[in-house]
């Protein structure tokens, strides 16, 4: 796999054999199980807050990372080929003033989006339009209330007709088609005519994983068609469409106005807030919400226009908490009167006529209707669930139809593609790779190179040993305020020159690592006598922490066990592993006697090390790592320590030892490990600053870093 890769960056790992500190209150804070990380994870149940940016550079480049977060967590980073539609539409069914039709379209070969199209009567020239997912009612665009629930609805002035209460989904198609709009609105993927793919199926396993291949990420890419079948439309005015959806389908509005820059308003009803982020599969993903959230990704929406829409359920407090931060991102821009929220907590969670209202009133403003306020919803005449169903004996599911593994295969060849197209010819080339493997490498660690004012000493440093031998000094070290407790050791002779191994292994800076009893390891020695300091890492749950208890990696919710239940919130294993040498790399690179810094990783810690080198930069000149002969293909549990989503979409080691280019690299115990066409194209006719040698000892490794 990293066929001419060197991979080690010198990892250095806290050390605690020899002259230890004293047992204080300080040495108990500093125990790994007082890490934030051993607590219980983050799960979509959880509090997310967003404090709005201080001005619109660190928005911009705040957004630009959430939005590629939320791209890549899809498997759209980046976006799939736009295969044709093949549209057909059919059935037209007479209302007054607008009319119904049936149809289904190819998002992708053989995966079909279905759904009713409502055009209103009587309109010339280019007219507006607004999309419309919807959301968990049972049988979803063919939903039905009971004569239980439509008295209900109308009791408690939820509604004010009976066919509106009975049909609450068609009601605001009819209403929007009445004002001058196009509508589609279609169906989420098992529901209704969409029945190719069950809905929570076909996107469990850890290949899926490895592959960003989800069943969100396939809803979102539905969506996205969606919307250039609408907007493809003779009649339709492209400038000029709405999106608005309730519960899952007000996730999919969001999500779909985050990637997307076309529609010109949003209105996500009973889904956007600080609380519940959406409870199912199709609204999460591995990566998508890790250190963000719902309030956050509606404001990659800033500044175009943006009604929010509360009821009595977790959206109940969007006017007081999320509303007010997202407004002060509006500010920003001068545009705070494009941000609005209305939480209507007299009724449970619903779109129901009164938030049905205030989305009219939102559509009219900002596509530019032209209609006197208030707009009330008119009665309409609605048409049996039964007519409203896509295929028929003339117009039957295509023979081409797919299932999930024929679909997640085209997703795959799609993938490697893009994979194969991004490898570079030339310097423009290697850019590309750069911004697409690199930018979805931080993607999956949701982390990059933090800069120095960002980690801090937790617990200040204090000196274990100093004799004529060796100097020891340990740390503590966190990125503020994220509650860490990374440990590391620093090992130096008298005369150090400004040379930093950071040192990463398994063992962290345990027996085994710098120590072997009470005498250092051959390659630490090296280290030492020629001149150079040791700073050994203690990466998350390795060393002392490898005994601390933690949940296991994939979250059951419901009757659902979903690995983007954990890893949509919370980093990987792995990438926590990556994370905190990223975090010692820059604590080492902004020290005052730091001259330079190199990279070593060791062991299974190799590939920790080979990901967080990659992230690095040119805070680290050589790097040298045991491959330890692993590749992402291997992985086929979901607990396994090194599951990084996404990992195989982006070509695994090889790519991202290809990261590192130029700066000099050496990899050993890599046989087996897969191709390094990435590595030798992003080197180049700089070949020599990248070797592989087989046969190397720790020793010869560390050498050849040194030299």
């Known amino acids: 796999m990293l066929r001419t890769a060197s991979l080690l960056a010198l990892l250095a790992l806290p050390a605690f054999v020899g002259a230890q500190p004293k047992d204080t209150k300080k040495d108990a804070d500093a125990t790994p199980a007082r890490d934030a990380r051993f607590g219980k994870p983050k799960d979509y149940n959880g509090y997310f807050p967003w404090t709005p940016p201080r001005d619109l550079k660190e928005w911009e480049a705040r957004r630009e990372f959430v939005r590629r977060q939320l791209l890549v967590s899809q498997g759209l980073w980046p976006l799939p080929e736009k295969t044709p539609l093949h549209p057909t539409i059919h059935g037209k069914i007479e209302r007054e003033g607008y009319t119904v039709e049936k149809v289904f379209f190819a998002s992708l070969p053989g995966h079909y989006v279905t759904g009713n199209l409502y055009r209103p009567t009587g309109k010339t020239g280019k007219l507006p339009a607004v999309l419309c997912p919807h959301g968990h009612w049972a049988n979803g665009r063919l939903y039905e209330n009971g004569d239980a629930g439509i008295k209900r609805d109308i009791k408690t002035g939820a509604e004010q007709t009976e066919e509106g209460a009975r049909y609450p989904l ?24 969409s029945k190719q793919i069950g809905h929570r199926e076909g996107f469990f396993d850890t290949e899926a994983e490895l592959r960003l291949q989800n069943f969100m990420g396939l809803q979102t890419w539905n969506s996205i068609r969606a919307l250039d079948f609408l907007t493809s439309l003779p009649e339709v005015d492209a400038k000029r469409v709405g999106v608005t959806g309730a ?26 807030s600080t609380s519940m982020q959406g409870g199912c599969v199709c609204e999460n993903s591995s990566l998508l919400r890790v250190n963000t959230g719902n309030i956050e990704l509606a404001g990659l929406w800033a500044p175009r226009p943006l009604a929010m829409i509360g009821a009595d359920d977790w959206t109940k407090e969007i006017e007081t908490k999320g509303y007010p931060e997202l407004k002060a991102l509006y500010r920003l821009y001068g545009k705070d009167e494009n941000v609005l929220a209305k939480a209507y907590t007299q009724f449970p969670h619903n779109y129901n006529q009164v938030s049905r209202e205030f989305m009219y009133a939102a559509m009219n403003k900002h596509l530019k209707l032209g209609f006197a306020e208030p707009i009330k919803e008119q ?111 620093g090992l130096c002779r008298k005369q150090f020159d400004g040379r930093v191994v950071v040192w990463v292994h398994p063992d962290g800076p345990g027996p ?41 990696n994939v979250m059951t919710i419901g009757t659902n066990k979903f690995a983007g239940y954990t890893f949509g919130y919370n980093r990987s294993l792995m990438a926590d592993r990556v994370h905190d040498i990223l975090t010692a790399i820059s604590f080492v690179k902004n020290h005052g006697e730091t001259k330079s810094v190199h990279l070593a990783g060791f062991g299974k ?14 805070a680290v000149g050589k790097t040298v790592v045991d491959v330890n002969r692993f590749k992402f293909e291997g992985i086929k549990s979901m607990d396994d320590e090194n599951l990084l989503p ?43 600053a990248v070797r592989r040698d087989e046969a190397i000892t720790p020793v010869e490794a560390v050498r050849w870093l040194l030299k």
């Open 170 to 193: 068609q009601a605001r198609c009819a209403q929007l088609a009445r004002m001058g709009c196009v509508v589609f609105f279609y169906d989420m993927i098992g529901y209704a005519d």
């Open 512 to 552: 085994g690592s710098l120590w072997n009893g009470m005498e250092l390891v051959p390659e630490a020695k090296e280290v030492l006598d020629s001149g150079a300091a040791i700073f050994a890492v203690e990466t998350f749950r390795t060393g002392a922490g490898s005994k601390v208890d933690r949940p296991g």
């Open 605 to 618: 810690a190799g590939p920790w090390a080979i990901t967080a080198r990659a992230l690095a930069g040119d």
């Open 646 to 688: 996404g990992a195989l979409r982006y070509g695994g080691l090889p790519s991202f030892a290809a990261l590192i280019a130029p700066h000099p690299l050496m990899v050993y115990n890599a046989e087996g490990a897969g191709s390094g066409e990435f590595p030798l194209a992003m080197y180049g006719e700089n070949g020599a």
């Open 247 to 272: 519960s899952g389908g007000g996730t999919q509005t969001f999500v779909l106005c985050s990637v997307d820059d076309r529609p010109a308003v949003q209105v996500p009803a009973v889904m956007v």
């Open 379 to 489: 009665a309409f005449e609605p048409v049996a669930p039964k007519q409203l169903s896509v295929y028929d004996d003339q117009h039957p599911l295509p023979k081409d139809a797919s299932g999930i593994e024929e679909t997640r295969k085209w997703m795959t060849e799609q993938s490697e593609k893009h994979l194969q197209a991004l490898l570079p010819k030339e310097d423009a080339g290697k850019q590309k790779f750069r911004d697409v493997v690199g930018g979805a490498l931080k993607a999956m660690v949701a982390d990059e190179l933090p800069a120095g004012s960002q980690v801090e000493e937790v617990i200040p440093s204090h000196l274990v040993r100093k004799d004529d031998t060796l100097i020891r000094r340990d740390y503590v070290l966190s990125r503020k305020g994220a509650g860490e407790r990374v440990r590391a050791v």
